[in-house]
């Protein structure tokens, strides 16, 4: 089990702006895939924006040209830059990460079952 904390959520308004954050123990090069996912009441959990080992980055369609995912090594830490923000927006957002090892090169992270998750941070955006 990996210790991830998330923060950074809360609420703001529609075309507002959030950065979320989750601090991982232990050092982030050892994950193939790092992402943020996000449910809302009443709906699945989908995958919002991943990164992987090589850095390369897939977002969902929804939040393509309004979400940056990036990772910093020396921090420890994956974030989520939210701007734009819209009322579908609103959901638990959590991260989660799988090791190298145990992800096939080429996986599509932001499909692929993640092995840690989070507790989450709320995100409520008001119209």
């Known amino acids: 089990q990996v210790p991830l904390v998330e923060s950074g959520g809360g609420s703001v308004q529609a075309g507002g702006s959030l950065r979320l954050s989750c601090t991982v123990s232990?050092?982030?090069?050892?994950?193939?895939?790092m992402g943020w996912f996000r449910q809302a009441p009443g709906k699945e959990r989908e995958g919002v924006a991943s990164i992987d080992t090589y850095t390369t980055t897939t977002y969902a369609d929804s939040v393509k040209g309004r979400f940056t995912i990036s990772k910093d090594s020396a921090k420890n830490t994956l974030t989520l830059q939210m701007n734009n923000l819209k009322p579908e927006d609103t959901a638990m957002y959590y991260c989660?990460?799988?090791?190298?090892?145990?992800?096939?090169?080429?996986?599509?992270?932001?499909?692929?079952?993640?092995?840690?998750w989070g507790q989450g941070t709320p995100v409520t955006i008001t119209s």
């Open positions: 232990g050092g982030i090069f050892r994950f193939y895939c």
């Open positions: 989660a990460v799988a090791p190298i090892g145990t992800v096939v090169a080429g996986t599509a992270c932001l499909s692929y079952a993640m092995e840690d």
